[in-house]
């Protein structure tokens, strides 16, 4: 995929829904439109991560990562995938439906 294809697909899917499409709850806003909530990336114990819905734009003052939404999804996804494709089958597929 080129970087116009990819910059493309960025502007489709909004950081802020692909996130609470994974059940992401923000626990308050900190101005400018902007959200902390639970690093999904790492073990949080109290909101370390930002969301920038408008510049579409994440970063964990925990872990120290952030990105796009396209980042999130390299880093988020191993996570996930490292359990046997079965083991879950009931969750698998749903999470993503928006
Ligand atoms: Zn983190």
Do not use: T
């Amino acid at each position: 995929m080129n970087r116009h294809a990819l910059d493309e697909l960025k502007q489709q899917i909004p950081l802020l829904k692909y996130l609470q499409a994974l059940d992401w709850q923000q626990a308050r806003p900190i101005g400018f439109g902007r959200f902390l909530g639970l690093c999904p990336l790492h073990d949080d114990h109290q909101p370390s991560f930002l969301v920038d819905p408008h510049k579409n734009l994440f970063y964990c003052y925990g872990c120290r990562r952030g990105g796009d939404v396209i980042r999130f999804a390299e880093i988020g996804s191993p996570k996930s995938s490292r359990k046997p494709a079965n083991s879950n089958p009931r969750h698998r597929g749903q999470r993503l439906a928006v």
